[in-house]
């Protein structure tokens, strides 16, 4: 990820203030190129190898790259719908036992080029305790279910899409003030 070496991401807390709550030192930042259908071509543009991949896929509700700064922590909290699941990749991964996600309990630790998908109902934390920047490519994709299941999902999922909730973090991606981060 070339960009994240000379251009800016903006605090995870910028784009959605729920963020706030799990993490508030602004060490988490989130590049987002998709939020329940909403693509931010701005962000698109800048990464339009993954974009593609991305918009290929209408199962995929939300895409970003994470970057946690050195030191960085966010706190133990739960997704509140376990219609989608978590696929994490990891993109530039410190060399350490010190930078991992805990989820139930359970320390799983990223490696470059590596992937894992987790249901982010469960309780969940990440830490970054090295002098590096962890960054990981998020998706979250719409649960696999039976026929009947599957329909009423989406409909759940369409409702999200429209929440206030949803519809701030979309304002706030085109009107978020951003901070110059060097990786």
């Not at 251009?7 to 939020?35: C, F, H, M, Y």
């Not at 470059?112 to 830490?127: G, K, M, Q, R, Y």
Request: aromatic share 10%; hydrophobic share 40%.
């Amino acid at each position: 990820m070339d960009y994240y070496a000379s251009n800016i991401i903006p605090a995870a807390g910028d784009i959605s203030a729920e963020q706030l709550r799990i993490e508030d030192k602004s060490k988490w930042r989130t590049l987002v190129l998709r939020v329940f259908g909403y693509n931010n071509e701005d962000n698109c543009n800048h990464c339009p190898v993954t974009s593609s991949i991305i918009k290929k896929y209408n199962n995929i509700t939300s895409a970003l790259f994470s970057v946690m700064e050195p030191g960085a922590h966010i706190k133990p909290h739960r997704g509140v719908f376990n219609g989608v699941l978590r696929y994490h990749l990891g993109i530039i991964i410190p060399n350490s036992d010190n930078v991992f996600i805990n989820i139930n309990n359970i320390k799983t630790y990223w490696k470059e080029n590596n992937s894992f998908v987790f249901d982010d109902t469960f309780l969940h934390e990440a830490i970054n305790n090295t002098s590096e920047y962890r960054v990981v490519l998020i998706i979250d994709f719409i649960r696999p279910l039976p026929y009947l299941l599957n329909i009423a999902n989406n409909i759940i999922i369409k409702i999200i899409s429209k929440s206030p909730l949803i519809q701030n973090i979309i304002e706030n991606l085109e009107n978020v003030k951003t901070k110059q981060i060097k990786v």
